[in-house]
């Protein structure tokens, strides 16, 4: 009996290997994945760039075979829950993604609000990160039920990231209803000897006056051009336009530095 050919193998290895392709239902199960132009990614994620993994497959989009266990996988990911959580928090709480994900995000309310609470204590008290495993141990030891993940300090990192994207949008909301705001700026160096300069607003909401800090920027050159140039980057940090930012403003308040007050090249 005659063997296979020669050629037969070489057939075999030359035949194609299936292409998995982006399969339109799995957008049932994972209401955030997006398929476009031959390209799978996570619109949630992209949407918050500064909380998602940007090593993450379905953040770069996926180019090649499309499998669900790519989905499984992203859908637990510490940083995809994190974006998940931040579009519970924005959303107005219409459309069909928005009731998707509030479904998918329901069984974790109750572990994720402690986690939250927990990371901004540690934040408001100026803990170290590392601190926060032990105080989630605590809370579960006096019957709190905690996430089984992210307790180390990178976890604690990333809620506290997400918190102040949370902060920052609500300033930036309050300064665009506004009608005037003023400034305030106050310099400092930290431990590497760095110049920087920690920048406040205030302005009226519902008839009461509001003081909020929105950043702490480096100053590249001590200089009047400087610091103006960081307090100018810190606004636009809360969405402030120049434009806006001539059209709105009404005072400035800073300290007694040399910089910021004198008779020539001051910043007032």
């Known amino acids: 009996m005659a063997g296979p050919s020669k050629n037969a193998k070489s057939d075999i290895a ?3 290997k299936r292409k998995r392709t982006f399969i339109e239902t799995w957008k049932t199960q994972f209401p955030w994945v997006r398929g476009v132009d031959d390209i799978m990614f996570c619109e949630v994620c992209r949407e918050y760039p500064s909380i998602a993994d940007h090593n993450s497959k379905l953040y770069e989009g996926v180019t090649g075979s499309k499998r669900i266990e790519t989905l499984q996988s992203h859908e637990s990911s510490k940083y995809h829950l994190l974006c998940i959580q931040r579009k519970e928090v924005t959303e107005k709480g219409t459309g069909p993604m928005f009731v998707a994900l509030k479904k998918q995000a329901e069984n974790m309310d109750d572990q994720l609000k402690p986690m939250f609470n927990t990371a901004f204590y540690v934040a408001k008290q ?13 809370q579960e030891k006096n ?17 506290v990231q997400a918190i102040a994207e949370v902060e920052k949008d609500r300033v930036s909301e309050d300064l665009k209803t506004s009608r005037f ?3 305030m700026g106050d310099g400092s160096t930290d431990i590497s000897v760095t110049e920087q300069e920690n920048v406040y607003v205030r302005y009226v909401k519902d008839g ?6 929105i950043d702490i920027m480096a100053v590249k050159s001590a200089d009047a051009n400087g610091v103006l140039a960081a307090l100018l980057e810190a606004l636009h940090h809360v969405d402030r336009t120049d434009g806006d930012i001539k059209k709105k403003i ?3 308040t800073f300290d007694g530095a040399s910089v910021n007050q004198g008779a020539r090249e001051e910043l007032l």
Do not use: W
């Open 14 to 16: 030359l035949t194609p």
């Open 126 to 138: 100026k803990l170290p990160f590392r601190s926060f495993e032990g105080l989630v141990e605590l």
């Open 143 to 159: 019957g709190i039920k905690m996430l089984t993940q992210y307790r180390n300090d990178k976890g604690c990192k990333a809620f």
């Open 181 to 183: 705001f003023a400034l």
């Open 208 to 213: 009461l006056p509001t003081t909020e800090f």
């Open 250 to 252: 009404i005072a400035c």
